[in-house]
């Protein structure tokens, strides 16, 4: 379950006519979003897909099986903000590609294709649309792909965003971040699981603990709350919480949706979002 917090982005207005760097690094997120769903529906769906990384804080304690794949896709995001005289709304379809490398190990790549920005204040008003930055990442899971029953498992998730996003949607420096989720099942009905996190930007560290319990109801539902504590580099400490829930579609499909609210510090007032998740593969 979940993502990591990003660096917050610039607001020195909206941005002229894109670079050729801007505009290819555009081209190429698109385009291998667009290769690998296209990959993807290809391949015909595992009957028993392992567990999906979003919704929540953190994600799956398992990797996908060696050559398979997984596309998990924001519907989108809705993030609101007022800071320094002015309300942020912002619209985030953020994407995840998932693929098995063998063993314990995962590649993922994640951006978001699509932005809209509305921000008014200070007697102004504008917008703004545009792509996010990329990342990169591995993750490791000494379960596996295999399903860990009953109990403790983790995974480890290393990742590099790299500086190629709109000014209104990037962090204008390549980011290093370094989490790990850690997951207790009592039974087969609950999961409760403690995600950690540290981003480094710029020479600064932030920090993330976020505590998830979840529950499933019968065979498709499965519903969560969470609480998310961030220290940031700039903004000093943020308190979240909420929750969400997904349902099971067939064997290869999931919809969600979360929310988060604001209880103490700095951040986004609101939180909140719809997605959908399908993983790819052979049959067994």
């Known amino acids: 379950m979940g993502a990591s917090a990003a660096g917050e982005p610039g607001r020195d207005g909206l941005h002229g006519v894109a670079t050729p760097d801007r505009q290819n690094a ?20 595992f009957a028993d897909p392992p567990d999906f990384d979003r919704p929540g804080a953190g994600f799956a304690t398992s990797v996908l099986p060696a050559g398979t794949l997984a596309l998990e896709q924001g519907l989108p995001t809705y993030e609101r903000q007022r800071q320094d005289g002015y309300l942020d709304r912002t619209y985030t379809a953020d994407s995840l590609i ?6 314990p190990a995962e590649l993922q790549v ?12 200070m007697g102004s008003r504008r917008h703004a649309v545009g792509h996010g930055d990329t990342n990169v990442g591995v993750k490791i ?26 000014e209104d949607f990037g962090n204008g420096a390549k980011q290093y971040s370094l989490g790990a989720t850690g997951q207790w099942q009592p039974d087969d009905n609950h999961q409760n699981t403690l995600y950690a996190n540290v981003d480094r930007l710029k020479g600064r560290n932030s920090w993330t603990l976020a505590p998830t319990f979840g529950r499933k109801f019968g065979e498709n539902w499965m519903a ?15 308190l979240q919480a909420g929750g969400g829930a997904a349902y099971s579609i067939g064997d290869h499909a999931q919809l969600d949706a979360y929310a988060l609210h604001r209880i103490g510090g700095h951040g986004p007032s609101f939180i909140g979002g719809l997605g959908i998740s399908v993983f790819f593969g052979k049959k067994a």
């Open 224 to 238: 969560y709350l969470e609480a998310d504590a961030i220290h940031g580099a700039d903004d000093g400490n943020e």
């Open 110 to 121: 994640g951006g978001s294709a699509w932005n809209r920005l509305e921000e008014r204040g």
């Open 26 to 45: 555009r081209m190429n997120l698109r385009l291998a979003l667009t290769a690998a769903l296209l990959l993807s529906l290809a391949a015909p769906a």
């Open 98 to 103: 998932r693929i098995g490398l063998g063993g």
């Open 141 to 166: 899971a000494p379960g596996g792909s295999s399903d860990s029953g009953n109990g403790f498992s983790w995974a480890a998730l290393a990742n590099v965003t790299f500086a190629n996003g709109d």
